[in-house]
């Protein structure tokens, strides 16, 4: 048993492998206790003492003094007296605005239930995972809201949600409703989160929290390329390996905010969930909402264990489908090879390149469809350019048949172009305000998935190709922000509803799509990574990670995503060099050990490619090949940070610990500069290990002690090692 009550006590105690989370009914308020290392089982009450400081905030009227802005809340409301940010915001039928919580009911259940009409983490049944459901409720305004609680035990991860129900007469609106909140008696924490922009996305920060509200989120109608939807806070000394590290991850696609405030009692209050900004929900009588999940972890052994955490649930219990524990196809994709510019004949001679390479699948990416030959036409014309491919997809399909290589495919379904004929025959499929221009972002527009109609046209025009059979692999594009967000189909009092609406359609969307093609990989993409985030990834096991497909820029932009996602969902692919977005020049040993830390490809033209680099291809896709597997499943160790040294390091350890891989690239120069060796972590101590390339032995000990010597003078270049343990 994971979840205890204790009715003497009043006491829930939630017990993963290594954290216990602990909450306290105190008249009638869900107090939160504790949430750090596990304890014993016993009466926690000690842990709840208030000191009385009002400071100008209100006491609750028959509460022995309680002053609820100096109380630590579960589910903090707004309205009665705290005046830190709350979790939930509801308006009256009287146009009040408050909401007062009191304990009513709860009951504990095995497993997890899903949530309806959202992507969440799910239980397998061999899993320990019970779910504790608390309901809270407005004895006034008849709300209620059921809090759920899962404990996957084994995985030490908390994943939380909210369901608001209505059980008045009257409809209410919702101003905010969070998925979780947590108060901690101290604000002694550093913040970490991503930040960056297109194409150098997920970059790591890190502060002291401060007093005043620190707020990381997106309004843009996707998670986006500027925050990504997390938050971690830890002890101000916490490192990789030490410290206590708290993680919150919203499962969510859309507009989110994750905040964290310290307070003037010096406490800290975390919160995740939809963007209140760009949110709001009219409930009518009977009617419930649910929130997205927030998944929760806390390690009291650094940043590694707890994103070893994350990575381990998403990787596992979020992910789906046919692809999850395995490697992926090596593929190869068109993008960087042609642009715009390719026809049968081009694409003929590609795969018979990738054929000889080993290369395992053909993605053709834009360009396939419409009259496109550049960014500013066709967007929902889901039909072959038969000027470009005269015998349809079926002609390079045939060939690439012949060849024992699967086809993929370039959709970015949920736009549309103002100059396509599905903008000319609907030009109301698109979001916009009527009468106000309509924003273009690369030309296009973004199709209403809060319309059930659109998302039917959707499906119905990807089907239609899927439904061949000739497609293996799709990556499903997304290039814009959501501007002027409406839904002339619905009420004025329900256009703040139309985001939230947008991705319930998406998701339902994709569902069915993954549910009818469940033999087809999907991988997401959003200019890169513009839609990097766990909601996706329960419909699609992998992202192009970033349009920026420089070697050296991708080491900040892969080591920040690792923070949080596993490296099976980070798309890493040896481009060009000199690199199209940076010039850079990159050893191709170099662009090969950063995207193999990935699921694994090319982003080239193979036929352009030098005989040497030919075979640099063979040699590094039979890697790939060989250790994927160990790698999609592997743990995956930060050794050296680019965005603080001259330098990134890290390795992989397969599950067994019988397989390390290790990269390092040197990223600047200086003259005279330290002798560098990597201390690995993860091995076995006692185990020894024979390095593939250079056939010499060490013991686990060795390598994690004193670590492997890394004699480099040269920028840009790297070095790559794989030990296997000698049985
Ligand atoms: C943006 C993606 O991130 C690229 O990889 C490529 O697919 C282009 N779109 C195509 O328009």
Redesign the pocket.
């Known amino acids: 048993m994971a979840i205890h009550y204790s009715k003497e006590c009043a006491q829930f105690q939630i017990d993963a492998k290594s954290f216990s989370y602990v909450m306290q009914v105190k008249d009638g308020f869900l107090l939160h206790l504790y949430w750090g290392e596990k304890l014993d089982l016993r009466d926690h009450a000690y842990m709840f003492w208030e000191q009385g400081r009002a400071a100008f905030s209100p006491r609750m009227e028959n509460c022995r003094g309680f002053i609820l802005d100096d109380v630590p809340l579960e589910y903090p409301c707004w309205g009665r007296g705290d005046m830190r940010t709350p979790a939930l915001e509801i308006i009256n039928p009287d146009g009040s605005n408050i909401i007062d919580l009191r304990y009513e009911s709860h009951e504990i259940i095995d497993g997890k239930p899903g949530l309806k009409g959202l992507p969440a983490v799910y239980a397998e049944e061999s899993d320990k995972v019970q779910t504790l459901i608390i309901t809270l409720l407005d004895k006034i305004s008849n709300v209620a809201v059921k809090l759920y609680y899962t404990v996957f035990e084994d995985k030490d991860i908390l994943t939380r949600h909210a369901e608001i129900v209505n059980r008045s007469a009257d409809s209410v609106y919702i101003n905010r409703a969070m998925s979780a909140s947590v108060d901690f008696d101290s604000m002694h924490f550093d913040v970490i989160s991503n930040y960056g922009t297109h194409a150098r996305e997920r970059h790591i920060q890190r502060s002291p929290l401060k007093y005043g509200r620190f707020t990381l989120s997106s309004r843009r109608g996707a998670s986006s390329h500027v925050h990504n939807p997390f938050l971690i806070l830890t002890s101000p000394t916490a490192d990789e390996t030490s410290g206590d590290a708290y993680g919150f991850v919203l499962v969510y696609s859309g507009s989110f905010a994750a905040e964290v405030s310290g307070t003037q009692f010096h406490t800290a209050r975390a919160v995740i969930g939809l963007n209140p900004e760009e949110f709001g929900w009219k409930l009518d009588a009977g009617e419930s909402f649910t929130t997205p999940e927030a998944v929760m972890t806390y390690s009291p052994n650094g940043l590694e264990q707890m994103s070893a955490n994350f990575h381990n649930i998403f990787r596992t219990r979020l992910c789906r489908g046919k692809y999850r524990d395995v490697r992926r196809p090596v593929l190869l994709?068109s993008?960087e090879a042609c642009y715009f510019n390719f026809n049968e004949d081009r694409l003929k001679k590609i795969a018979d390149c990738c054929a000889d390479l080993g290369i395992e699948l053909l993605v053709i990416?834009?360009g396939w469809f419409g009259k496109r030959d550049t960014?500013n036409c066709s967007l929902g014309d889901w039909v072959v350019d038969r000027r470009k491919l005269p015998n349809g997809i079926e002609g390079i399909y045939n060939h690439l048949q012949k060849l024992g290589i699967k086809l993929g495919i370039?959709f970015?379904p949920e736009m549309v172009s103002p100059d396509s004929d599905l903008y000319r025959a609907h030009p109301d499929w698109c979001i916009h305000v009527p009468g106000r221009p309509r924003s273009e972002g690369r030309h296009q527009l973004i199709l209403n998935l809060s319309k059930p109609e659109v998302c039917d046209y959707i499906y119905d025009s990807l089907a239609k190709i899927l439904k061949t059979g000739m497609i293996a692999y799709v990556?499903w594009?997304y290039?814009r922000n959501m501007t002027e967000i409406a839904n002339e189909q619905l009420p004025p009092d329900r256009q703040r509803e139309v985001t939230h609406r947008y991705y319930l359609g998406l998701y339902g969307l994709l569902e069915r799509l993954v549910t009818d093609f469940p033999d087809i990989l999907f991988e997401s993409?959003?200019?890169?990574g513009g839609r990097y985030d766990a909601g996706l990834l329960y419909y699609m096991p992998q992202v192009?990670t970033s349009?920026n497909s420089d070697a050296i820029e991708r080491l900040r932009i892969q080591y920040g995503t690792s923070l949080v996602y596993p490296l099976s969902t980070m798309s890493a692919h040896v481009s060009a060099s000199p690199n199209h977005q940076t010039g850079h020049v990159t050893p191709f040993n170099t662009r090969f050990t950063v995207a193999l830390t990935g699921s694994f490809g090319y982003e080239l033209d193979p036929t352009a490619l030098s005989d040497e680099d030919k075979e640099n291809v063979r040699r590094t896709a039979a890697i790939y090949k060989e250790y994927g597997d160990r790698i999609v499943n592997g743990t995956y160790h930060r050794l050296r940070d680019p965005h603080m040294e001259d330098c990134a390091a890290w390795c992989i350890v397969s599950e067994d610990k019988s397989t390390c891989i290790a990269g390092y690239v040197l990223t600047h120069v200086r003259n005279y500069g330290p002798n560098e060796r990597i201390r690995l972590r993860g091995l076995k101590k006692d185990a020894v290990y024979r390095e593939k390339f250079s056939g010499k032995e060490y013991s686990g000990a060795q390598l994690c002690g004193y670590g492997i010597p890394a004699p480099l003078s040269l920028e840009y270049h790297s070095l790559l090692w794989i030990f296997e343990e000698v049985k």
Not at 525 to 528: A, E, F, I, R
């Open positions: 994709n993008w990416d834009d960014d370039w970015e990556k594009d290039n993409c959003s200019g890169g192009w349009d």
